[in-house]
């Protein structure tokens, strides 16, 4: 059974970092790739980044690209979101989903991040 | 970007009479390899949205069969044959053919 579970968010100032993880189990890893889909508080779902499962590939939506990077460590079975110059629009709960035939089969339950002054 | 586009944003409902949710993209979601990848997910309040189709029609394991998908190329719908007081939620549409995933606005069933 896949088991998704995020961690790392808090509250930031405007301009600072901050870095997620999601830890993986009950697949196996190594061989999916990764999505960071968030929700800001009342808001729907949006897709951010993605990693490939097999190679050193990685995606990102103009919003956060060159702030989010996207990295994965297998034998960890985790994947992190490492965040720098954070906005307040990106406060949001964070999800990590796993990349299943293009759709995801399961959520954790998300990490908050909230970015104010 | 793929737009999603949901219809009605809010939808009231009556326990027991059926309910149905329109998701339309602004460009076919056939994928190279022949698949539609449209998916349903339901977010209860308070929690992590959860799956209920994939592939426009395949209903996951655990889903009532009250649900159901249906739908090709840009237009899908979901429907619900009776709706019971656990239905409550909003009802997302998202589709995994193109980078970036790309979601719906939500439908909030009340």
């Known amino acids: 059974q896949v088991h998704l579970v995020e961690s790392g968010g808090g509250v930031v100032q405007p301009g600072g970092s901050l870095r997620l993880s999601c830890v993986a189990s009950g697949f196996n890893f190594a061989q999916y790739g990764f999505h960071w889909v968030r929700q800001a508080p009342g808001k729907g779902l949006e897709s951010v980044t993605f990693?490939?499962?097999?190679?050193?590939?990685?995606k990102y939506v103009d919003s956060v690209r060159g702030r989010f990077t996207i990295s994965r460590d297998n034998s960890k079975n985790t994947v992190y979101l490492q965040m720098n110059s954070l906005r307040p629009e990106d406060t949001a709960v964070y999800y990590c989903?796993?990349?299943?035939?293009?759709?995801?089969?399961?959520w954790g339950q998300g990490t908050l991040l909230t970015v104010s002054s | 970007d793929v737009v999603m586009t949901q219809s009605p944003l809010s939808l009231p409902v009556t326990l027991g009479q059926p309910a149905s949710i329109s998701c339309r993209s602004s460009?076919?979601?056939?994928?190279?390899?022949?698949?539609?990848?449209l998916t349903w997910f339901q977010q209860r309040p308070g929690q992590s949205p959860r799956r209920l189709i994939y592939?426009?029609?395949n209903r996951d394991s655990g889903v009532p069969d009250r649900f159901s998908g249906s739908g090709s190329g840009t237009d899908f719908t979901l429907k619900i044959s009776r709706v019971e007081a656990e239905d409550v939620g909003v009802y997302y549409c998202m589709q995994g053919t193109h980078w970036p995933w790309t979601f719906g606005q939500g439908t909030k069933v009340e």
């Open positions: 990693i490939f499962a097999d190679r050193n590939e990685q």
């Open positions: 592939k426009v029609s």
């Open positions: 460009e076919s979601l056939v994928h190279r390899g022949g698949n539609t990848h």
């Open positions: 989903a796993q990349d299943y035939d293009y759709t995801t089969e399961s």
